[in-house]
Structure formats: C-alpha cells, structure tokens
C-alpha cells in the first residue's frame, strides 16, 4: 500500500527580497528610501512573512529594522522575520513592531550564548525560533546524521528553557549545488531526519534560493523549483524564497492541495511523493517526448547528485 506524507499542513512563505547582500535594498535601507521598498514589499503580498535580511545591521545600517518594521506593518500584511547576526538590533526591534507576536528569528545556532539569548526572546513576545543544524567550531556537518546530532542538542536547550517545539523551525542549510553537488541530498536527508526524530515534532525550513546561487540566470528558477519539490516531499515546512517566482508560489500552493493542472503539475506530485515514500526516480512515470518534462528529470537527478552538474545539464 502506498504510504502518503503527511508531514507538511500548509506551506508557510517568507519573502526574501529585502536582503542587504543587494546593492540596490542595501542604498534604499542606508538612504531610507521607503518608496523604494514599499514596491518591495508590495511585489511580496502573496508571502506571509517578509524577511528582513538586515546582515549585521551596523555602521550606516545601525538601527535599521526600528525604520523598516513600521514601514512593513503600515504598507501591508505581511508579518515580520528578522534576520540579522546582531541581537541587540534584533531585540530593540521589538519595540517598533506591533504585531510581535508569530515574529520569525532568524537565527541561532549550537553556540550556546548566542541560542540562550534568541530563547529568551522567543519566549518573551511568544516567536517562531529558526535554528541553524551548524556550530561555531566545526561549521557546518557535511553529513545528515551530523545535523541531526547537533539538532537534538538545540533541542534539548530549548525544550528545557520552557520553549515549545511547535516554535523550533530547523534550518538543514542548503548549499549552492554548483559548488558541492552532493549536499542537497545531505539536506533533504536532514530534513527527513528531523520531521521524523521529534516527539512532539518540530518543523523545519530552508532558504531556498540559496540551492542555486552561482548558476546561470536561465536555470535558477527550474533548479530553484524542483528543489523546492523535493524538499516539500522531505517534510518542508516554511520556505523564504524570491517572491517574484510566481510559478514556485504556484507550485508549492498546489503541493499543499494536492490539485494538479496538467501533466507538468503531475509530475511534481509525483517527485514530492517518491522523496516522502523512499521512492526512486528510475520509477517516475513521465512523457518522455516532453522536453520540460525531461528538464525536469535531469534536474532531479542532478540535485539528488545522481548525474554530474554542469552549467549545460538540462539542455535537451
């Protein structure tokens, strides 16, 4: 009998598009431009959340997020994810936003200071915690089980600190495929582990973009969508992703109600099911004289580090 996942309920979306790696947000944050980022996040309305990537938030960007929640909360909707390596920012932070309740903090780590100090905020405003499967001094594992290991730790210091496991969102880290190929298995793995190691359960989420940074322009929506694929099969829970990719939006939304449009949407289903089942993909059932479809296949097979990477892979 065919075993269905049942770890993911409905997906939860965080925009990444305020993110000071970007040349443009970062002068529009040092310049206060807010008709520059109400256009921001604008173009993240259908996202629940909006990451505010504000990096170490120092020198010209001391202060930022103070400015940017309001902005946020008076243009739209959306809630707030901080994400900066700097607490004291992250933590005065709070007395600019109105809704801090479900806020995201993004992230700690095994670095046991630095994890005390973001549990004691999540506690205190009642937040979603991202936690990051890395040390300080070993990095982050090259394997699964090595994760999962340093997991149980982060886990072991939240639920003793009184935080809920339905707060802990672990992050597996995604690293870009065109540099170390056999690790978005290592990472779907992980997420695998984690969904089914915890009682009572805890979720996971990634930074998904970040599974194609260094390739081709053409190519990072495809690599970027069926990882996104794969990883909702693995037990994905929250992913922060490019808002403006309508058809990742689109295909994430239809893996949640499981209502396929076409052959195309099928064919996603049917990778999502064949990660949560242990499935393998010589098994997958598809039109053979589609070239998308076989685009498709290439990709996974490439992202499951079963064909070679290169930057012509999914020529037909």
Sequence with gaps: ????????????????NIHVISKSVREALINHDENFLKNLIKLQTKMDYTDLNAGPASGELKGILSWLCPVVEQNSGLKISLDTTNFEEMKSAFNFIKNKEDVFLNSASNDLKKLDLMIELALK??????????????????????????????YERCIEKGLSSERLFFDPLVLPVSAAQSQGVECLNTLKMIKESFDPPVKTIIGLSNISNGVSHEIRPLINRVFGVLAYGAGLDAVIMDAK????????????????????????????????????????????????????????????????????????
């Design 1 to 16: 009998m065919k075993i269905i996942s049942c770890y993911n309920q409905l997906m939860i979306f965080i925009g990444e």
């Design 125 to 154: 405003y009642n937040c979603n915690l991202v936690l990051l499967t890395m040390s300080k001094e070993a990095g982050i594992p090259k394997t699964a089980d090595e994760r999962l290991e340093i997991a149980f730790q982060i």
């Design 245 to 316: 990719d309508d058809e990742l939006y689109r295909i994430l939304k239809m893996l949640d109600v499981k209502n396929p449009a076409d052959e195309i949407d099928k064919l996603y289903l049917n990778i999502s099911d064949m990660i949560a089942n242990f499935g393998e993909i010589e098994d997958l059932m598809y039109d053979r004289t589609d070239e998308f479809q076989i685009k498709i296949i290439k990709t996974c097979e490439v992202l499951l580090n079963r064909k070679i990477y290169s930057n012509s892979f999914a020529q037909v």
